[in-house]
């Protein structure tokens, strides 16, 4: 399993985590160069969620975070790091509901409905054949 908080304690570039109340809807934001600040009322899949998030807009090199294009690709990221393909196959074969499927993988229901969203061609023929066997 991916562990964002390792990754933003080992990445060298001096990233700094602020915890903070914002007065809108956010709940995480980042410079796209060196702090990232979160709620301080997440909960802890949240805080992972958002803290993974904020760190694809770094990696990406984004620093406007309004450009439609930039989130989508930080979006999809996050869900990749966060999500493992040998998980989510896993968790596929017996998950009832994609919040039980979240929770095992440790994610809020958007990444998994973002790591859905952008599978691979190839990902998406394998889980079709993996729910027809489970189905039967």
């Keep these: 399993m991916h ?25 995480a934001a980042t410079n796209g160069n060196n702090a990232i600040w ?3 009322d997440l909960l802890q899949v949240e805080r992972r969620c958002a803290v993974q998030h904020e760190q694809a807009h770094i990696d990406l090199g984004h620093t406007n975070c309004d450009d439609p294009k930039e989130e989508q690709a930080a979006r999809r990221l996050t869900a ?20 039980e499927a979240a929770d095992e993988l440790n994610v809020i ?4 409905e973002d790591r859905l969203r952008f599978l691979h ?16």
Excluded at 3 to 27: A, C, M, Q, S, Y
Excluded at 109 to 112: G, K, W
Excluded at 121 to 136: M, T, Y
């Design 109 to 112: 229901p958007e990444v998994l």
């Design 38 to 40: 979160l709620d301080a």
């Design 80 to 99: 990749r790091k966060l999500i493992d393909w040998d998980a989510l196959v896993d968790v596929f074969r017996w998950a009832h509901t994609a919040h």
């Design 3 to 27: 562990h964002p908080w390792r990754e933003l304690r080992e990445r060298g570039d001096g990233v700094v985590l602020h915890r903070t109340k914002f007065n809108d809807t956010r709940i």
């Design 121 to 136: 061609p190839h990902e998406k023929v394998l889980l079709r054949l993996i729910g027809q066997a489970r189905n039967g």
